[in-house]
């Protein structure tokens, strides 16, 4: 999963200047998601709110600093989970 995440980190398109409903930028908002959900469920609950802000240019830098923000504290649960044996799958 840790790769997974890392491979969404390095590809995160400028979510600040992207329109949040083009098709390149909700791709990668699901997959997130989905990745987000497999190493804790409240941190996917996180994405879709800060996503919801993407919509209004005066929130869509923060939202977009925050979403990256989620992304990296779910890498460090990942890898906490991984290293402690708590991990559900290879994180």
């Keep these: 999963m840790s790769g997974r995440l890392e491979q969404l980190r ?3 398109p400028d979510l600040a ?3 949040p409903f ?3 930028v909700r791709a990668w908002l699901d997959e997130a998601y989905v990745a987000l959900r497999q190493v804790d ?3 996917g609950v996180i994405l879709r709110l ?3 802000s ?3 240019p ?3 830098a923060v939202a977009s600093a925050e979403i990256i923000q989620t992304i990296d504290r779910a890498r460090a649960t990942g890898a ?3 290293r402690t044996g708590l991990a559900r799958q290879s994180i």
């Design 10 to 12: 390095r590809s995160t």
């Design 17 to 19: 200047q992207l329109d």
């Design 22 to 24: 083009s098709t390149e």
């Design 41 to 43: 469920a409240a941190e």
């Design 50 to 52: 800060h996503e919801h």
């Design 54 to 56: 993407l919509r209004d």
């Design 58 to 60: 005066r929130f869509k």
């Design 80 to 82: 906490l989970m991984h």
